[in-house]
């Protein structure tokens, strides 16, 4: 046996020291290998977006006028709270994300920014001013009624033409002391803190944009946050972006929200002072505001059902009783003005008369938080500002108290905010900008869905056998975003849509294609496609998809993932295209009903509410659109 190992081991040496003098000449050598058109490896040579990156572009801290009348947790708190770390809220309760964002804005008000931490702290110069010391003397009180009660003094004097007193300098500080704090977070391939302020103009008619800029702290520094103290007007804004980025080279960029509360004012085809759009006006808007916030806390914006009845998804966190303040009812006119998907309609007829579309925008979603957490969890939601943490109560408290009882928003009616879904080519400040400005983004409710979608003129079935439908999607179409023309004698464009569920939330229970388009008499019309779903479900004679079903057991705020799809995935083809007829297409995905926010609340507290509360949500994915232009 030991003479067998030995010449075992005499053998195994002498093959080794044999391999080792040939090795070279065993490898193979460059040109070895035929060379083919598809490399083996599937990834080689991608450049194309293959992550979506999330965050939230709308998040308010104690720098805020109207968030710092109640919350006391400043933006560095705010940017570590978006890395998934821990924090604690203003009224000592331990707060933190499941899963960290990828990118955050801190978007605080741009007017008299920066206020509010002075004010608190007795600043002589403000205390100085009879509105100041009075300000101060009542947020001072631990009189909840009286803080409430001027904290939404204060915020309505945000409406106001003049400031109360001036702070330039106090703005100008707090500023450059926030783009150091931005710069400082920002950890390119990891985490992106973007700069940028919103513009919090004609408050109670909600004329608001964030504004966000591409570059550091010495390209943001060589401005301060324009505010509506600089004018009321949001041409006036887009004239000074634009002056802003035609001085510096900048890039920046506008996103309006909530034109639900906007009582017809944000997607009106008017200009502020009631004529027609100007082109260059349109140009203006089109270049600095490439996409719209069209869900957050103050309910959702993609549709109505007032204008789209043959919707059964229109009626999805509706606020449409008043203006953001309730001091104008709202009239029925108004609202084909404030909805994304009109405005998206509305923009097809503009681009007819103009040449171009001041509404050609992509969609995300954000929170609009005060409390300087950026969540937009069901279990995990925290409320619009920080008067009302997690009680028994706040479920009932005034949100937004308004002159008319009818038109006051209370608790239950708040939704969990929004994120911002973008897909860029990595993690970066620029990358993510870039992904905005053409509209490679999409909104959600909430959920962390991943969605693709795809239009083209020769999509087929077989791209939808595989992993990675992005490939087929970027080597035959154009993304979410993009646009179409050049229709093929006889085609019809086709869209390949997929989308993977949140593993912490729903299934999904279809994805749908809403298209909208400027028929031969020039007037708008659209129509919603279930275009692919879960389970063996089969439409009704009138197109109508049945319910998914609902597993939500609300007493114990739980669900169960037995209905529904982990994925989706199709090809469709417009059955009812016409190549003369201007289009847009986008994809919206929808879970399975799941316990809404609400529901976690009764279950802590031991709560009993009304009938009017709802209990359960369907989350939703909205993309931004692909758009077709006839030659």
Same mark, same amino acid.
């Not at 007017?111 to 100041?132: F, Q, R, S, T, V």
């Not at 003397?137 to 904290?151: H, N």
């Not at 953001?324 to 009812?329: M, R, Y």
């Not at 490679?440 to 791209?463: I, Q």
């Given at each position: ?8 081991? !005499? ?49 308010? $801290? ?56 002075? =004010? ?26 009286r803080i409430f009660a001027v904290a ?47 513009? $919090? ?6 004329l608001h944009r964030n504004v966000l ?21 949001? %041409? ?44 260059? =006006? ?10 719209? %916030? ?24 509706? #606020? ?46 954000? $929170? ?26 706040? #479920?009932?408290?005034? /949100? ?5 009882? %009818? ?57 939808t056998h595989t992993r990675l439908p ?7 179409? /154009? ?34 294609? !809403? ?44 669900? +169960? ?26 994809? +919206? !995905? ?6 809404? #926010? ?34």
């Amino acid at each position: 046996m030991v003479k067998a190992n030995r010449i075992r081991y !005499v053998l195994l040496t002498a093959l080794a020291t044999a391999a080792a003098a040939g090795a070279q000449d065993m490898r193979p050598q460059p040109g070895d290998i035929p060379v083919t058109d598809a490399p083996f490896s599937p990834y080689a040579g991608r450049d194309f977006p293959t992550q979506v990156y999330w965050g939230d572009t709308h998040l308010h $801290t104690a720098i805020s006028v109207d968030a710092g009348t109640m919350n006391s947790v400043g933006q560095e708190e705010a940017f570590r709270f978006a890395r998934g770390e821990e924090i604690t809220t203003t009224h000592g309760l331990k707060a933190r994300l499941s899963r960290p964002l990828d990118f955050i804005v801190v978007s605080d008000h741009a007017e008299m920014y920066g206020l509010m931490p002075a =004010l608190l702290k007795g600043d002589p110069a403000i205390l100085g001013n009879d509105i100041g010391k009075r300000w101060y003397d009542e947020l001072k009180s631990g009189d909840r009624d009286r803080i409430f009660a001027v904290a939404m003094e204060i915020v309505d004097s945000l409406s106001k033409a003049d400031p109360p007193f001036a702070s330039d300098d106090i703005v100008r500080d707090a500023w450059r002391a926030y783009t150091a704090l931005a710069d400082q977070y920002n950890e390119p391939g990891r985490f992106s803190a973007i700069i940028g302020y919103e513009y $919090t103009t004609r408050g109670g008619f909600n004329l608001h944009r964030n504004v966000l800029f591409r570059g550091d702290a010495s390209m943001a520094n060589q401005t301060v946050p324009f505010s509506q103290f600089d004018s009321q007007n949001p %041409e006036d804004l887009w004239r000074h972006l634009d002056d802003f980025r035609t001085r510096t080279g900048a890039r920046i960029l506008a996103i309006p929200h909530n034109g639900n509360l906007s009582n017809g004012l944000m997607f009106s085809p008017s200009t502020v002072a009631g004529r027609s759009y100007p082109r260059d =006006l349109a140009l203006l808007r089109a270049s600095l505001e490439p996409i719209v %916030e069209v869900t957050q806390i103050k309910g959702d914006g993609e549709a109505h059902p007032l204008l789209s009845p043959d919707d059964e998804f229109a009626d999805y966190e509706t #606020w449409d009783k008043s203006n953001l303040n309730g001091t104008e009812a709202k009239k029925p006119e108004m609202i084909q003005y404030e909805y994304a998907r009109e405005a998206l309609k509305n923009g097809l007829k503009m681009r007819q008369r103009l040449g171009v579309n001041p509404f050609q925008f992509g969609m995300i979603g954000s $929170t609009d938080s005060h409390t300087s957490m950026s969540g937009a969890e069901e279990e995990n939601f925290f409320g619009k500002h920080s008067g009302v943490e997690p009680e028994p109560e706040r #479920w009932e408290h005034v /949100v937004i108290e308004a002159p008319n009882p %009818e038109f006051t928003i209370h608790g239950w009616q708040q939704m969990a905010g929004g994120w911002a879904a973008v897909w860029a080519t990595e993690n970066t400040r620029e990358a993510i900008f870039d992904a905005m400005m053409r509209k490679e983004v999409y909104a959600t409710t909430g959920t962390r869905m991943t969605v693709r979608f795809f239009g083209g003129w020769d999509f087929d079935e077989s791209d939808t056998h595989t992993r990675l439908p992005a490939r087929a999607g970027y080597a035959k179409g /154009v993304p979410m975003g993009g646009e179409l023309s050049n229709a093929p004698d006889g085609g019809a464009p086709s869209f390949l849509v997929a989308a993977l569920k949140d593993p912490y939330s729903g299934n999904l229970d279809r994805i749908q294609v !809403v298209k909208g388009w400027l028929d031969a008499d020039g007037d708008t019309q659209e129509k919603v496609y279930d275009v692919v779903w879960a389970g063996d479900r089969e439409a009704d004679t009138n197109g109508k998809l049945p319910p998914v079903g609902n597993t939500v057991d609300i007493k114990n705020a739980t669900f +169960r993932n037995t209905i529904g799809s982990p994925e989706l995935m199709t090809v469709w083809t417009d059955p009812d295209f016409d190549p003369e007829q201007h289009a847009f297409y986008y994809a +919206r !995905v929808i879970e399975i009903p799941t316990p809404r #926010w609400t529901a976690y609340e009764a279950l802590r507290f031991d709560l009993d509410m009304p009938e009017e509360v709802p209990m359960t949500t369907q989350e939703r994915a909205y993309t931004s659109p692909i758009w077709y232009t006839p030659e």
